[in-house]
């Protein structure tokens, strides 16, 4: 048996009822994250503009009460789940499981008699065997996470869903390998928004690759060894793809998000927070400059001036600026109006970003970074964090989660219908068909803010 045969088996033969009650419940949380993200996400313009045409048959597009086939609706709530950046994320795979895994696993489940189980089952297979890729290869540095071994995640947990067997789950891993994107990292950079759609294309691939492997297609003996490890990287460790497989959970290991912006951001913002909570709000008009220690891939994100709202969210100076103007580093700080703010551009300006060697040293496990506020009378304050809010090392409490989930949901779902589609998803376990859940979304889509 190589490490293909050894994952697809896993993937294939473990039992729902074998996973352990605290990794089910952790995947209902990344699920309900997904959700909020997802719903709120839908409530963009540009989402509103990209569904158009969606009609009343079909998988739900969620923040709607319309449907599409089941593969667009996979694409329609990726891509929504991608645009306010606060979808949850695991660090060691650089990247978001679930956000490739979630809108497959929903849409195909959609309509099917699948129980709550056995849907979080799938979400967290498939999370696990994608998450595991992404940690076993190194991508060429100008590609982008997003769309790449995340059709990996979304294949197979179509094809746990559709009862495929090992041989069957091998032939999905190593066709959706095939349907790995040429992404660009340029584009989280430079604000193109292309990039926000990069998971809503897994997705939708894990639906063909479903619908072709059904026609008989087949993919390369080893397509995901040969993509991960020859195509889009010269590294492939097959080691690390079955390395405590079934006792190490990457869904366990995953992080989530409050700050509505890229994740190389958190440690200089969550530094910035101890500032706030320590010598209470600074006098903006006094700051001479903010300086910025932290690891490479966040020295990256340096441009003080962003073009547009996605670029913003990829600019430290940006996301230093907008926290302090705004006071919260929230969706509405992430907008278009602040783009043109005078006090933000001023104070962004105003960032010195630096390297720090031992900080880039210390990925994945830690992501730190160091603020110092340095005042116009010479005074300075500092405060430095090792990881990021959020971590699994540091995790948030289950109401922070929550709260987050609903100032995100709530945009286009009642209060209550929000609160109460939250409460289905943690039960889901219990619930003897993901119907309930599925239905529960489209009759709140019939009665939207």
């Known amino acids: 048996?190589?490490?293909?045969?050894?994952?697809?088996?896993?993937?294939?033969?473990?039992?729902?009822?074998?996973?352990?009650?605290?990794?089910?419940?952790?995947?209902?949380?990344i699920l309900a994250d997904c959700i909020g993200a997802i719903a709120g996400g839908a409530a963009e313009p540009d989402m509103q503009a990209l569904r158009q045409g969606a009609g009343d048959m079909g998988a739900l597009v969620i923040g709607t009460a319309r449907r599409s086939d089941k593969g667009r609706a996979a694409f329609l709530n990726g891509t929504a789940g991608t645009v306010l950046e606060m979808d949850e994320g695991n660090q060691f795979?650089?990247?978001?499981?679930?956000?490739?895994?979630?809108?497959?696993?929903?849409?195909?489940a959609d309509g099917l008699p699948v129980s709550g189980r056995d849907l979080l089952a799938a979400i967290a297979i498939g999370y696990e065997v994608g998450a595991r890729v992404g940690i076993a290869t190194r991508l060429r540095?100008?590609?982008?996470?997003?769309?790449?071994?995340?059709t990996i995640a979304a294949a197979v947990a179509v094809a746990r869903l559709a009862g495929r067997d090992a041989a069957g789950m091998r032939q999905a891993m190593n066709i959706a390998a095939s349907f790995c994107l040429a992404t660009s990292r340029r584009t989280m950079l430079e604000g193109g928004t292309v990039r926000n759609a990069y998971a809503g294309i897994s997705g939708q691939m894990g639906l063909t690759t479903h619908d072709l492997l059904t026609a008989g297609f087949e993919?390369?003996?080893?397509?995901?060894?040969?993509?991960?490890?020859?195509?889009?990287?010269?590294?492939?460790?097959?080691?690390?793809?079955?390395?405590?497989?079934?006792?190490?959970?990457?869904?366990?290991?995953?992080?989530?998000?409050m700050h509505s912006c890229c994740r190389y951001n958190h440690a200089t913002l969550d530094a910035l927070d101890m500032i706030v909570a320590r010598d209470g709000a600074p006098?903006?008009?006094?700051?001479?400059?903010?300086?910025?220690?932290?690891?490479?891939?966040?020295?990256?994100?340096?441009?003080?001036?962003?073009?547009?709202?996605?670029?913003?969210?990829?600019?430290?100076?940006?996301?230093?600026?907008t926290a302090l103007?705004?006071?919260?580093?929230?969706v509405a700080s992430f907008t278009a109006p602040n783009l043109g703010n005078p006090a933000i551009r001023a104070l962004a300006a105003k960032v010195l970003l630096r390297q720090d060697a031992a900080m880039s040293a210390a990925l994945p496990h830690n992501r730190p970074a160091r603020v110092t506020l340095v005042f116009d009378d010479g005074h300075s304050a500092t405060a430095e964090t090792r990881t990021n809010r959020g971590d699994w090392a540091d995790p948030y409490p289950a109401a922070?989660?929550?709260g987050k989930y609903l100032s995100l949901a709530t945009r286009v779902w009642r209060d209550d219908a929000a609160a109460a589609i939250w409460d289905r998803t943690l039960a889901l376990a219990d619930a003897p068909t993901a119907a309930t859940l599925l239905d529960q979304m489209a009759a709140a889509g019939h009665d939207v803010r």
């Open 141 to 150: 540095p100008a590609m982008h996470p997003h769309g790449t071994w995340g």
């Open 325 to 330: 103007v705004n006071g919260s580093t929230g």
């Open 400 to 402: 922070e989660i929550r």
């Open 93 to 108: 795979c650089k990247g978001h499981p679930g956000m490739h895994t979630v809108p497959a696993a929903l849409a195909f």
């Open 283 to 321: 006098d903006l008009a006094r700051i001479a400059r903010i300086e910025v220690d932290t690891y490479a891939l966040a020295v990256e994100l340096d441009d003080p001036a962003p073009r547009n709202v996605l670029a913003a969210k990829f600019s430290v100076p940006f996301a230093v600026a």
């Open 219 to 257: 993919g390369d003996r080893d397509g995901v060894g040969q993509v991960f490890g020859r195509v889009v990287s010269d590294s492939f460790d097959t080691v690390a793809m079955t390395d405590g497989l079934g006792t190490r959970w990457e869904v366990s290991r995953n992080y989530f998000k």
């Open 1 to 29: 048996m190589d490490y293909l045969d050894h994952v697809a088996a896993f993937a294939a033969d473990t039992r729902s009822d074998d996973i352990s009650d605290a990794v089910i419940a952790r995947t209902a949380l």
